[in-house]
């Protein structure tokens, strides 16, 4: 490094103002941290992120892991059942969202959506035998992510279900996720009644199989197009889907009135199901994000956040240099709820869909879908804001993704854990709010941000896995 | 109770904006339930419900449909409320958005703070290392202003550091000037050729602040904190600061200050002074002359001496300058003068000094000469007070040690104590004279004579006037510092106090004055 003394000062100036008034004062220039503790003020934490700073070996890390993010080309390359798709999905096996949790402390919606799931997979004849069955442990919980799916909400996905196979033809790999139901008494809030177990078995019956047809003789679909399309016409892709459902349809509906092998019924069934949910998208979004991150997933020493979960008990991060989770407790949501409900009906935050934010989409577009902004009294200016603030926790802005309210720049993509931890910046989350019990359904809407532990403890524990030469 | 049930005809609001508007509707006084949805069939399903009407009105999905239920009165407000609301015209923000404060260096580094090449740091001390060392790593030099960094911290940060080249000015240090230009507390003081290098903060301002005062100016002034000679730490940053005064063409002269290394840390910190090819005066303050010269170095037994001396060199090459104060005639006038108004049994001295070095210097300086000396921070040669609130005796304290600092500011920035001290010291009939350091420059009080004087009169004045102890202070400035030493002087002078440009003339007098007490 070249002597101090023998060039210009140009001083960041931690802590006192008053000696960046006086460095500015002399005519040298100073800049002044609004500094806060960092690492959550955690001086243990604080220390190992300064270790992980200006690391050369990181830098280098996430440069290919963020490198094989962007490259990532997800493909809808067909639908098949869970069992079918999805590895390690034999026996009884019940998928939900968000991190590892046990049933006895998943929350309501969780509980009764692993109990319709036990119910539309004929493992249990009522609801008392289902629950005695999941008790006894006959029955495998894991995490979608433990299975390259994500799911949003409850997150539930049995081996009969439908699931959506998305491709990324760049890496090769796969990633799933289950179908949406639409809005109200639906499984992935915790409904379980006769309704909803008769959903269940019309789309794994009819709408699966359709669509299956219908993607086959499509030879698959770009999902990112779709996406970018999508955050020009007012979605965020994550809590707003109206354009990128809208897209869908028509790719489905032309491919499937030109096909020979479909039933007219089954198309009329399921066309008519898809046109009548706006957030018919969202779980192609999370599945084609999940396979962007994926692919940049498992990079020795990366600090960038591959997956953001919760499971209304835990939100949960992993990190490309690190497969373990790093949990804290999942907060509330901050928004606006339904006639007739409050925030003492909220469930905590629930579901993978953050797998879009920590792709750069949902909240971290949210400049692409203002109207967002208004769930927490917001303007679209406030929805510019949360944008722009996520550029400085993130390492680029993608390309694939551009917001017109950012002069048609990419969206602000691939989150470093430290940045999150040095700055006290929390990733943004768009997202529904559930209601605490099962099966009442989503009461509200709004903002909510990832808890800051996760990340520090992210980093606490990479510096833990490497050497470092002081 | 019949509910409001009213239709906005080809009214659209995004689904969003109606919720927002049906929250904002149902916390009006005496309304219990709102809501506000495009009146398509699936929405006026979800009204009926949620129990807010009873009859199902036909579907107008162009219109937007309005329900609210509570008490009779209050209904209209209501639809007043929503048909204002409805009918508001954008704000017309202009764009802009407020921009995010850079919170962490790296994020400052992306923007406002592209090119910088110095973290000044004066977070808590947990924090400070950590901070330092995400500059250090970003290739920034650092500065720390705090204290309290654990020890194997900042070890770490100074290795890391001194193997790059990267100056690590503290923890715990107070003060700096690079390139002209002050950091953290320091004085107002001319450029010129003399680099200054030292562990001791109040000591670095003491010789830069003499440098002014003989007409000559500093290069740069290098703090290095408090424990950068220790043994554990090893001097690194003094060896850092050392290699680049020496390759500095503007530097012609260092002055290096420090209380006495270990003789490992002396070793490597001398031969990295005759590296530089350069005359170095050596200060370590309380060293035994012999030792230094022994070592082939030009040695200065005060703060004063390293600065006068370093002129000399700068100037002729040759260094004589000595603080023999008491030699001087005028001294000893002075000295005579302040002892003859002293009244019966006023015969101890009573230090006040809110700079560490100043009170140092003088108890090595007076602990020969007055036996039972004591402090909150003696030396080997002195005694520990035993009570931090009561004198005794002849006592020299800093009022700027943690001792006293735990919880409230530096008497630097806040005189309280100090005040307090002065009054409490003047109403002991053994006290014949109270010493002061002043000191000036950026991060101290803005005019701390203007305090210090009427607490002054007043202690003179409740101890009887005639007869009551004398106050001799040393004011550590230039005349280009923000509270003017000359200024400041005079306000003193017109309280009474006799005033010295340096802590060795100070001293003098004080030991002068308690030698006439004593004939």
Known sequence: MADLISQDLNVINIGLASFGDVIREKGAKATDLQWQPPAGGNPKDAWNLALLTGDPRIAEANKVAYGRFLAAQPVLVGVKTARE???????????????????????????????????????????????????????????????????????????SMPVWIVRDTASGSEAYSNMNEGLGKVLRFGANGPDVIARLKWMAERMGPTLAVIVEEMGGLDLKPIMAQALHMGDEVHNRNAAASSLLFRKLTTTALASKRLDAKAVAETLTFVAGNDHFFLN?????????????????????????????????????????????????????????????????????????????????????????????????????????????????????????????????????????????????????????????????????????????????????????DI | MTPLVHFFPNMYRDSVALMQLSTKIAQLPGIEAASAQMATDANIDLMVEAGLIDQRPAARPNDMLLVVRGEEASLQTALDFAEAALSEKAKG??????????????????????????????????????????????????????????????????????????????????????????????????????????????????????????????????????????????????????KQLGGDPETRVIVLISKPPAKAVADKVLAAARATGKPVVVCFLGAALADVESRGFDCALTLEEAARRAVEALKSGKATFRSDHGASAELQGRAKRLAASLGLGRKYLRGLYSGGTFCYEALILLQDVLPALQSNTPTKQTARMPDLWRSSGHTIMDLGDDDFTRGRPHPMIDPALRLERISQESADAETAIILLDVVLGYGAHENPASVLAPAIEKARAAAGGKGAPVFVAQICGTDADPQHMDRQAEILRAAGVDVSFSNAEAVALVRAVLENIKG
């Open chain 1, 85 to 159: 798709a999805l590895p390690d999905m034999d026996g009884k096996i019940i998928l939900h969202s968000g991190p590892p949790v046990k049933w006895e402390n998943m929350c309501g919606p969780q509980q009764g959506a692993v109990l319709g799931a036990v119910l539309f997979e004929g493992w249990a004849a009522n609801l008392d035998e289902a629950s005695r069955l999941v008790e006894a442990g006959s029955i495998r919980l894991e995490p979608c992510h433990h299975h390259r799916a994500v799911g949003p909400m409850a997150g539930i996905t049995s081996p």
């Open chain 2, 93 to 242: 923000g202009d764009g802009t958005v407020q921009k995010v404060p850079p919170r962490a260096i790296v994020m400052a580094l992306e923007d406002e703070a592209k090119g910088a090449n110095l973290a000044l740091i004066s977070t808590p001390g947990a924090f400070a290392a950590a901070e330092a060392m995400k500059a250090l790593k970003l290739g920034l030099d650092v500065m720390i202003f705090s204290d309290n960094v654990p020890v194997d911290e900042e070890i770490a940060i100074k290795r890391y550091g001194h193997a790059r080249n990267l100056l690590v000015m503290g923890p715990d240090c107070g003060t700096a000037i690079i390139n002209g230009v002050p950091l953290a507390f320091a004085n107002v003081v001319r450029k010129g050729g003399i680099g200054v290098v030292g562990a001791s903060g109040t000591g670095l301002q003491q010789v830069t602040c003499l440098i002014h005062q003989a007409g000559e100016g500093v290069t740069q002034a290098i703090g290095t904190g408090g424990h950068d000679l220790s043994e554990a730490v090893g001097g690194l940053t003094m060896l850092t600061a050392l």
């Open chain 1, 284 to 468: 192609l979004s999370m599945a084609a994000c999940k396979a962007m991150l994926d692919a940049a997933h498992g990079v020795p020493c990366s600090t960038l956040v591959t997956a953001m979960a919760r499971n209304g008990v835990e939100f949960g991060i992993k990190i490309s240099g690190l497969d373990r989770w790093f949990t804290a407790e999942a907060p509330f949501i901050e928004g606006l709820f339904f006639p007739g409900y409050g925030q003492a009906d909220a469930a905590r935050d629930l579901g993978d869909s953050a797998i879009t934010e920590t792709a750069g989409v949902g909240g971290f577009a949210m400049a692409a879908a203002p109207a967002i902004v208004q769930f927490v009294g917001g303007t679209p200016r406030d929805a510019l804001a949360n944008t722009l603030r996520m550029l400085h926790i993130t390492l680029g802005q993608n390309a694939a993704f551009t917001l017109p309210a950012l002069d048609f720049t990419g969206s602000p993509a691939g989150i470093d854990a430290r940045l999150v931890a040095d700055t006290g910046i929390q990733p943004v989350i768009n997202t529904g709010i559930a209601h605490r019990q099962a099966g009442i359904g989503q009461v509200g809407a709004g903002l909510t941000y990832a808890p800051l532990a996760c990340f520090t403890q992210a980093v606490s524990a990479l510096a833990a896995s490497m050497t470092f």
